[in-house]
């Protein structure tokens, strides 16, 4: 698909659905071609298929790469904030013609696969102990 196409085709995603912005149809695009460069390359005989739980996996690593702590606010900006949401997403874009599912695919494979919060915020908040030593350096233990 051309990108003029799909550009135009996204804009009226988010005319029909505001609840996501531009943004996050262009970042699942991009964490969905991170997600299959890093599931490696199908065998001649075999067909590569992305589920939901490929994609979400794909997509912390990638936002992580992208984004690092501030994964939460900017996804949140875009109106993802949870794996649902992601769902939503995807789903919108297969409604639209530019992504393809199977039979099996649904919006239920992407219901609570991860807790945001947990993947995204807590790997980054110091711990007590950290805090501490950080503000009393005298109590770091060797």
């Not at 299959?36 to 936002?63: A, W």
């Amino acid at each position: 698909m051309q990108p003029v196409e799909f550009e135009q085709v996204i804009r009226a995603i988010v005319e029909r659905d505001p609840r996501y912005k531009r943004e996050a149809y262009m970042f699942v695009r991009e964490a969905l071609d991170y997600t299959q460069k890093m599931l490696g390359k199908p065998t001649p005989d075999e067909i590569r298929h992305v589920t939901g739980r490929d994609l979400l996996e794909g997509i912390r690593h990638y936002s992580i790469d992208q984004f690092g702590p501030m994964v939460p606010t900017v996804l949140g900006e875009w109106g993802i904030r949870d794996c649902e949401d992601v769902g939503e997403v995807v789903f919108n874009m297969v409604e639209a013609n530019l992504l393809a599912k199977t039979e099996t695919d649904s919006r239920a494979d992407f219901k609570g696969v991860y807790d945001f919060d947990d993947t995204f915020a807590k790997p980054f908040r110091p711990t007590k102990r950290a805090a501490k030593e950080t503000i009393f350096p005298e109590l770091k233990t060797k």
